[in-house]
């Protein structure tokens, strides 16, 4: 069975830093791309960050370049994102997704992710 399950999340001080990793089972993590996305209350989830399958490429939400960075490790079947300088506008519900791409869309939307994780509640606030 196909899983992905998300930690790291928590509360950071506007500023802070946190890495959220996801780790997956059930599925060879090399075959697929996979993203990350999040979801603010009262908001539409949105496409954070993108990797491709071989690692080898990466796209950002405009938001969050700069800031965030997407990395994964195949051979601990885990990928992470490392969140740096984040604001209270970064608060959200974060979810990683997994899909049998080599390459991630053009654009990260929710299409064409068919799996996903619980995800992790992360809280920027003083």
């Known amino acids: 069975q196909l899983q992905l399950v998300e930690s790291g999340g928590g509360l950071v001080q506007p500023g802070g830093s946190l890495r959220l990793s996801c780790a997956t089972s059930?599925?060879?993590?090399?075959?697929?791309?996979v993203a990350w996305f999040r979801q603010a209350p009262g908001k539409e989830r949105e496409g954070v960050s993108c990797i491709s399958s071989s690692g080898s490429s990466t796209n950002y939400a405009d938001s969050v370049k700069g800031r965030f960075t997407i990395s994964r490790d195949n051979a601990e079947s885990t990928f992470y994102l490392q969140m740096n300088s984040l604001k209270p506008e970064d608060t959200a519900v974060y979810y990683c997704?997994?899909?049998?791409?080599?390459?991630?869309?053009?654009?990260?939307?929710?299409?064409?992710?068919?799996?996903w994780g619980r995800g992790s509640q992360v809280t920027g606030s003083s």
């Open positions: 997704a997994a899909e049998k791409l080599s390459d991630c869309p053009r654009s990260i939307g929710i299409q064409p992710f068919d799996y």
């Open positions: 059930g599925f060879t993590l090399d075959d697929y791309a």
